[in-house]
């Protein structure tokens, strides 16, 4: 369905007196094919961990969709249409690996008039959501802003920016835009007076602009929880109130420390309360502290993580961007990066949420494609992947295993289908019309693009994108890596090599992939899912664990340990599924395509080795 039509068929539907902001679905939703008796359930957060409705531990893995929400080609929707949603889905699934996303919506179009919610635009946001939750793909909204607003840049202007409405910016009176000597986008943050001041009304609910967007957040959940069937809303996983929050600017001695508590974290308060009165109660606020409190640049980095917020607890997330602002420069770090890049960094971000007794997922995280530093863009991200997998390095992955930490939930930025197929004319300006990247502030950041014929194809080697992860475990995560073996050019990046203390383990990977994962019992019936990329053909996987062994192993049903089975959305991607009957034991698994017919004395010699080593090392 086209966004026209769409749009239209709302207008009828209002027209008739049918449409409602809220309201129970008209229809019950169909389940979404090659589903299982334990899928589509809600996450909630408990223990420090997401878990389905069997009790499992849940990692989400996946990409923001998308920056085409920052444009105005499109309406701020992500997608032209509703079949170029289903075909992002799909493809996300099959060629991405991803069952999430981070789902961009606009505030400037949802409300382009104070107080007046705009229902088409809305309308045309669920059915675009639809496309997704239909795929078995989970869902978190972000009501995105940079830079505050595209309405603070005149047609002329070098930069342009997102989110806010063009009657909040009226409202402001704010300085003609500068950012003055800016080589990159960002520094308009900290530069800019436009920026900063819009920015700090925001926060100060100066005009109340900040009454007015909660009022839009609170008619927006409550329409998608009124227009989603209850199987739809149940794959929503929550909701990511604000993109990168900044102050603009410090009052008076206001420390950045003292903004997050003083004005930030009462404004998720807040938030969560609209939450709560429009039907999301059970569902977690996914919360971003200071954009700067993890900077890599000692210039940049400023106090923060929501250090005064007390316990967290079921009703947030701690929710982080990382990129590596050293690597992006081209100066400040020479060379590529390497095995253990970002495990200090990532390690900062486990360590905040567990004090704030709540998960974490790491929402934006990504590496430019083109320009000066792009050729370090697949050891940047191999070593960000290898981060949200285990805090440890890979050499030092076999020797300390324990010490490797839950694995992170994370969504790169990002899956845009019009990669280099845009047509935006900037600021409005018809003389400035951007089609390459990203279309916005020259960024080109998208995994995926869209060939002449329509097909959608990977930017980013496969190897990298599509990985192995524990979807769901029946219990707890103790250790998990994979070694993608992924590449920069014709080098294969092999950063996790199986030590020789386990030559039978080392024969059956060789020179392929693999992923070892340990995990404690926990008693769900369900059980153990891992993704299955499509670098692993059923025919060729093997599968070593103390529930058996297996070569091309057999379609999943309740009597198999290890058994294969679709993945739900009819995308084609595939899964593993290990069934253990016990709880409070260890169990592993080693998942391989590196072997080819391995025997069975292989296969068992393996086993040992791989028993030994969990018995020594947990």
């Given amino acids: 369905m086209t966004t026209v039509r769409a749009r239209l068929i709302v207008v009828l539907v209002v027209l008739c007196g049918f449409l409602a902001v809220a309201g129970a679905p008209s229809a019950a939703a169909a389940t979404p094919s090659d589903s299982l008796w334990f899928d589509g359930t809600s996450l909630t957060v408990r223990n420090g ?101 595209r309405y603070l840049f005149g047609q002329g202007s070098w930069y ?40 700090y009304d925001f926060w100060h609910d100066n005009h109340g602009l900040q009454d007015a967007f909660l009022a839009t957040a609170q008619t927006t959940m409550a329409y998608l929880a009124g227009h989603l069937t209850s199987d739809e809303f149940a794959g929503v996983v929550g909701f990511d109130p604000y993109n990168e929050p900044y102050a603009g600017t410090y009052d008076s001695g206001q420390t950045s420390r003292t903004w997050e508590r003083d004005l930030l974290w009462p ?34 980095k400023q106090e923060g993580g ?17 990129y590596d602002q050293k690597a992006i420069s081209g100066i400040l770090m020479w060379g590529n990066a390497s095995d253990g890049q970002y495990s200090t960094d990532f390690g900062t971000v486990r360590d905040r949420a567990a004090a704030a007794g709540t998960t974490a997922i790491v929402s934006e995280f990504g590496h430019p494609l083109s320009g000066t530093t792009a050729g370090k863009a697949p050891t940047v991200d191999k070593a960000m992947y290898q981060a949200l997998d285990s805090r440890l390095t890979g050499a030092a992955w076999w020797s300390a295993p324990a010490s490797s930490g839950p694995v992170l939930s994370g969504t790169q930025w990002q899956w845009d289908l019009y990669s280099g ?23 080109d950041l998208s995994a995926v693009a869209m060939n002449d014929s329509g097909a959608v194809t990977l930017r980013q080697d496969a190897r990298l994108l599509d990985r192995i992860y524990p979807a769901a475990t029946s219990g707890s995560t103790l250790a998990f890596t994979y070694e993608d073996r992924s590449r ?12 020789g203390s386990l030559p039978n383990v080392a024969a059956l990977v060789g020179s392929g992939q693999y992923a070892v994962q340990v995990w404690r019992s926990g008693g769900a019936a369900a059980p153990t899912e891992l993704h299955l990329p499509a670098s692993f053909p059923t025919a060729s996987t093997t599968v070593v664990s103390d529930l058996g062994t297996a070569y091309a192993p057999p379609s999943y049903t309740s009597s198999t340990p290890i058994g294969v089975a ?31 017919a391995p025997g069975a004395d292989r296969l068992n010699a393996a086993r040992a080795e791989l028993a030994a080593w969990v018995a020594a090392r947990f």
């Fill in 488 to 499: 920069d050019g014709s080098t294969t990046l092999t950063w996790n090599p199986v030590p």
């Fill in 267 to 300: 404004f998720y308060q807040r938030f969560r309360d609209r939450m709560d009165a429009a039907g999301w109660s059970a569902k977690p606020a996914l919360v971003e502290p200071n954009l700067f409190w993890n900077a890599n640049i000692g210039t940049q």
């Fill in 160 to 199: 342009t920016g997102d989110g806010a409405p063009q009657w909040a910016v009226a409202l402001g009176g704010y300085p003609a835009e500068s950012c003055g000597i800016c080589l990159f986008w960002g520094q308009n943050i900290t530069q800019n007076a436009a920026v900063q001041k819009g920015q």
């Fill in 566 to 596: 679709p993945e739900p959305g009819g995308t084609g991607s595939r899964r593993l599924l290990l069934a253990d009957a016990d709880s409070g034991v260890p169990h592993f698994a080693l998942v391989t395509n590196g072997a080819t």
């Fill in 306 to 322: 929501l250090l005064d917020a007390g316990t967290l607890g079921s009703r947030y997330v701690f929710n982080t961007h990382f």
């Fill in 49 to 149: 961990r997401f878990v389905d409705g069997q009790g499992r531990e849940v990692v989400l893995r996946g990409y923001n969709v998308s920056g085409e929400t920052k444009l105005e080609e499109n309406g701020g929707l992500p997608f032209a249409s509703v079949a170029d949603a289903r075909k992002s889905a799909t493809a996300l699934r099959a060629l991405g690996g991803g069952d999430a996303v981070r789902f961009l919506l606009s505030w400037a179009h949802a409300e382009p008039v104070r107080g007046q919610v705009d229902t088409a635009y809305l309308a045309a946001v669920t059915a675009q959501m639809q496309a997704f939750l239909d795929a078995g793909i989970r869902v978190f909204p972000d009501f995105h802003q940079d830079l505050y607003s």
């Fill in 421 to 443: 197929r845009h047509h935006e004319p900037m600021n409005g300006n018809p003389g400035k019309v951007r089609t390459s990247g990203d279309a916005w502030n020259d960024e």
